[in-house]
């Protein structure tokens, strides 16, 4: 019998771990990305010796990455090389007014402790709760295509989500633990990157906390998209055939069956099982008869999107002090700021932001005695996006990165590039110009999410940020592990 033929729509973290497993289980497969380049958005960029990623910057649960690895016989090492950052980041409350959040544990209590007595003990039960929400949640609840709440119905598995807190709030379960804004704040920091607030987060992402303060920040020399390169050799050696430059237009469905692809080109691809890497809004919305898709226009409107973002990207033609790779900028207070994303959309006042400065690590991603510098606004998806605005933003953060620094940055910036809605939209296809998929918030949680199957059609399969487990690279990863294995339980090869 011939092999079943996959196309996997986007080569991004998801499509290409979908393409690959796939491939390994014996499926032909043609991984189809619109772009001249793999990664979506971890893509990179160069320019006169600056090596920029384009998007992801933060190698959290490195365990995830070797669990993907392994399924293929294969080690992190075999593809890129890592190294545990230390301090892990600074996060600058104020001027003369920084953290440097050390890698050590012992350190790290010893820091909570000086901020506020009893801390540091109060962070090991924190901690051990974190863990154990880390264990169930990674190596079991996210491997879960959330297809039917009796996913969810184990006894043993509701009891470990009663003790996970899930019905809490972040925000709250944080303070039982500490008073002190600055521990608050930090604690609170590492579920922004699931797409909300802490007062929206269930408390079931304290497992976030794990992974930041236990598991480490890494960081894959040569860049993030290293891993992107990593596995597409992987996926390559499986077989996989990726095509660049060749965007889908339609998913040709016959009798509530997708037969086929059909490129911008004209070009037809036939398929047995389709599998959408790419924004599921887009492919829901744009890539099939409507008659198929899953979800209403007004279902789309009503979820609550992560964040969009204004970056840029930046080549200094010097040294910079007084930064540290990752650098997160909490010196204006975080309400008002969420308050423009989520609650009243619009450009916030007094933003907060995120420098990164990879080149203090990393000596190829910068010509020598050079600075890569990438900096990151949070914003409400759909935000109209002019190159004034961009401009007032990049004025307002550089002012306050060089008052908090002490040194001038602006003159010494030789290249300069910007990126936000209008290119999220035009690069991705991304719905309302969203940067990181959907929020993890309760009512978006699991079988809560946009499927991962469509409901009409039987062998049209999602998988992404948008879908389960949700926003981030590791999630993204497990995003393709599952849908494979919902498509060889549903189909075989
Ligand atoms: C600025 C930024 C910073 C981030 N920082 C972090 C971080 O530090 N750590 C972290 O873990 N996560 C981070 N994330 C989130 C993380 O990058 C994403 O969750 C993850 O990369 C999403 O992968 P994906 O495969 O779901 O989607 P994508 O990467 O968007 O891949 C989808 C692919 O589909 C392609 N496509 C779309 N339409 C079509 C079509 N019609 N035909 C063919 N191809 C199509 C796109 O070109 C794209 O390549 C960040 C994201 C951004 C944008």
């Known amino acids: 019998m011939s092999q079943k033929k996959v196309v ?4 991004g973290f998801a499509g290409l771990s979908a393409a690959t497993h796939l491939a390994k289980n014996n499926y032909s497969v043609t991984l189809i990305e619109k772009n001249e380049s793999p990664g979506g958005r971890a893509r990179k960029f160069n320019h006169q010796g600056f090596v920029f990623d384009m998007g992801p910057s933060w190698y959290w649960m490195p365990d995830v990455f070797e669990d993907y690895f392994a399924h293929f016989g294969k080690k992190v090492e075999d593809y890129y090389t890592l190294k545990r950052l230390d301090p892990s980041y600074a996060v600058v409350y104020g001027e003369e007014d920084v953290l440097d ?84 704040r930090l604690m609170e920091f590492p579920v922004l990157f699931l797409g909300e607030t802490a007062e929206n987060i269930p408390a079931l992402y304290s497992l976030m906390n ?3 303060i236990a598991l480490g920040t890494w960081y894959p020399m040569g860049g993030m ?48 099982i389709v599998v959408a890497g790419a924004d599921y809004h887009h492919v829901d919305k ?51 700021h969420a308050d423009a994303i989520y609650k009243n959309p619009r450009w916030p006042e007094k933003p907060l932001f995120y420098a990164s400065v990879p080149s203090i690590t990393d000596p190829t991603v910068a010509p020598k005695g050079m600075e890569n510098l990438f900096l990151l606004i949070p914003l409400a998806p759909d935000l109209e996006d002019t190159e004034e605005m961009r401009e007032k933003y990049y ?24 990126y936000a809605h209008s290119d999220f939209k035009s690069d991705y296809h991304a719905f309302k110009g969203n940067a990181y998929g959907l929020a993890n918030t309760l009512t978006q949680t699991a079988i809560l999410k946009p499927s991962l199957k469509n409901k009409k059609v039987s062998n049209l399969y999602y998988t992404g940020q948008l879908t389960v487990p949700g926003p981030g ?9 599952v849908v494979s294995n919902e498509v060889m339980k549903e189909i075989n090869s």
Do not use: C
């Open 8 to 11: 996997v729509i986007g080569s």
């Open 101 to 184: 959040i050390p890698a050590d544990l012992n350190e790290f209590k010893a820091m909570l402790e000086n901020i506020e007595p009893g801390a540091g003990k109060q962070l090991d039960e924190f901690l051990a709760q974190a863990k154990y929400k880390y264990e169930v949640g990674i190596h079991d609840l996210v491997q879960k295509p959330s297809r039917s709440v009796f996913e969810f119905t184990s006894p043993k598995l509701l009891v470990d989500m009663v003790r996970m807190d899930i019905f809490q709030s972040m925000s709250k379960h944080v303070r039982k633990f500490f008073t002190h804004d600055k521990i608050i």
């Open 210 to 212: 794990y992974a930041d």
């Open 225 to 272: 998209h290293e891993v992107i390169k990593g596995m597409v050799k992987l996926a390559e050696e499986h077989g996989v055939s990726i095509r660049y430059n060749a965007e889908v237009e339609e998913i040709e469905i016959e009798n509530g069956k997708a037969r086929r692809v059909r490129l911008i080109s004209g070009e037809k691809i036939e398929a047995d």
């Open 286 to 336: 744009h890539l099939i008869n409507p008659k198929y898709s899953n979800y209403s226009e007004e279902y789309w409107d009503k979820r609550v999107m992560a964040p969009s973002s204004l970056l840029f990207y930046l080549g200094v033609d010097k040294r910079l002090k007084n930064l540290k790779h990752h650098n997160l900028f909490f010196d204006e207070p975080l309400g008002p």
């Open 395 to 418: 004025d307002i953060i550089m002012e306050r990165l060089e008052r908090i620094t002490g040194q001038d940055v602006r003159n010494h910036v030789i290249y300069k590039r910007s």
């Open 473 to 481: 690279v590791p999630p993204s990863l497990i995003s393709g592990r």
